[in-house]
């Protein structure tokens, strides 16, 4: 099935030969970013990050390599194509504003509107709107960029880039010139636009908190994606304990049964809690979270379904789930880290029914405040040094671990609880579901 792409990079070169040196701006990029994506870039000063927004604005041209922008190929279009794609599909933030000097703040911020054909009232309006969302008062409006501070004209800029509610904004250092909280009311305003309307966000920034609100990271050094950067999640496996030892006693055809069901009762939580699944591979589950607390309650929720699963058949399914928080790499639809093999190790070490998690899980979800947990074991993790202290959740139904508003508050502001999660993994999983 195709993916919804916003963004397609295929081996694109910026080289510059005009100076004394040639200097190679960008160097055979690939990326791909699926519509509705948030993605940071991230590089030291002169890395090509200006560079890379341009071409894919189409301010610039590649002088190697295919751009795609909501499917079209840029070197197909001319002139005036390419304009009329960036005034209605994209909103671009410039590292260096470029407001129109003579033009006040209203103004700069109504003209890609007026372009749009709508009368200028209303145009007008909806500048007034633009400015109030990035926290600019009517008092600064009516005033000329060499009238405003920095942080004002940059808060211009980007009012200008949404006025025309884009599909896709490419934001350059959006938050270069602000303090800490005016950035953070920036951020915030993107995230909530990427989340409610589908935004596509590229943003080029210095700063690893401004990243933080990225689903991915890209990172360039000499105009090369160096890696992709690393997030923190909540991993999650799960299996079935005697598996094998049930297929020799019940036979393939049974032991097929039961693991559709098992892996259909595992499918059904992981979408009702958000969490995308990683692998699977016979009866076991690799599954990641943006949050501790929804990846708890999904494992509450899938002992429960089992649970009651059992009651009717003729084998007990005794299912052991473990999890873990920490930073991991991710590589396409894959994670990989210390954290990742902790997780494995916790829940290799977990019992038939037990949900078993680190303590940095159980400090994550609110602790023995949110969920009964027992008195916790320290756990030899094989390969790792150290030992981990792990605590097993008290899930039985009528104990009821889970206060009600556990999970709906973490999905209402959309962080986990302490750490600042990269990803929020409900728009991988679907083309990723979808393609088995
Ligand atoms: N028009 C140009 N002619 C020649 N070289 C250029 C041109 N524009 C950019 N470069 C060079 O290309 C490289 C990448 O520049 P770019 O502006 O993309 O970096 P950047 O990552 O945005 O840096 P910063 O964080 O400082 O904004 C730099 O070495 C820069 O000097
Ligand atoms: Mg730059």
């Not at 960029?145 to 800029?157: D, I, K, T």
């Not at 429960?304 to 058949?313: G, L, P, W």
């Amino acid at each position: 099935m195709m993916e919804n792409i916003a963004v397609a990079l295929e081996e694109v070169s910026k080289h510059y030969d005009g100076g004394p040196e040639p200097v190679a701006a960008v160097s055979e990029v690939s990326l791909r970013i699926p519509a509705g994506e948030f993605v940071a870039v991230l590089g030291p000063s002169g890395s090509g990050k200006s560079t890379l927004l341009n071409l894919i604005a189409g301010l610039d041209s590649p002088t190697a390599g295919r751009i795609l922008v909501g499917g079209r190929d840029l070197a197909y279009l001319g002139d005036n194509a390419r304009s009329d794609l960036r005034l209605r599909e994209i909103g671009f933030v410039f590292q260096s504003f470029n407001l129109f000097p003579t033009f006040t703040a209203e103004e700069n911020v109504a003209w890609p509107v007026e372009f749009l054909r709508v009368r200028w009232r209303e145009a007008r309006r909806r500048a007034e709107a633009a400015l109030a969302q990035v926290g600019l008062p009517p008092a600064v409006a009516c005033r000329r960029p060499a009238q405003l501070s920095g942080g004002e004209q940059q808060r211009v800029a980007v009012a200008r880039a949404l006025v025309t509610e884009p599909r896709l904004l490419l934001a350059d250092e959006p938050t270069g010139n602000l303090d800490s909280q005016t950035g953070q009311t920036i951020l915030d305003l993107l995230r909530r636009l990427n989340v409610e309307r589908h935004l596509t966000v590229v943003l080029v920034t210095h700063n690893a908190l401004a990243a933080s609100h990225a689903q991915r990271t890209v990172e360039l050094h000499d105009g090369r994606i160096a890696r992709e950067a690393r997030g923190t999640i909540t991993i999650m496996f799960s299996d079935i304990v005697g598996f094998s030892a049930m297929t020799e006693r019940l036979g393939d055809v049974r032991v097929q049964e039961i693991l559709h069901t098992h892996c259909a009762i595992v499918r059904e939580q992981i979408a009702v809690y958000g969490g995308f699944e990683v692998k699977t591979q016979g009866d076991g589950f690799m599954i990641a979270f943006a949050g501790a607390r929804r990846a708890l309650g999904c494992a509450v929720a899938i002992q429960r379904a089992m649970a009651a699963y059992d009651e009717h058949a003729e084998a007990p399914v005794r299912l052991r789930i473990g999890l873990h928080t920490g930073e991991a790499t991710r590589e396409g639809y894959d994670f990989f880290g210390r954290s990742v093999i902790v997780a494995a190790r916790i829940a290799a070490a977990a019992r038939g029914g037990e949900i078993l998690v680190s303590s940095l899980v159980r400090e994550l979800t609110g602790g023995a405040k949110e969920f009964a947990f027992d008195g916790g074991r320290e756990l030899e993790l094989k390969g790792l040094s150290g030992l981990q202290r792990a605590f097993a959740v008290e899930w039985e139904p009528g104990r009821d671990p889970v206060r009600a508003h556990g999970v709906h508050r973490e999905h209402a502001d959309g962080h986990g609880p302490v750490l600042h999660p990269v990803a929020s993994f409900p728009h991988l999983a679907a083309p990723h579901l979808a393609a088995r």
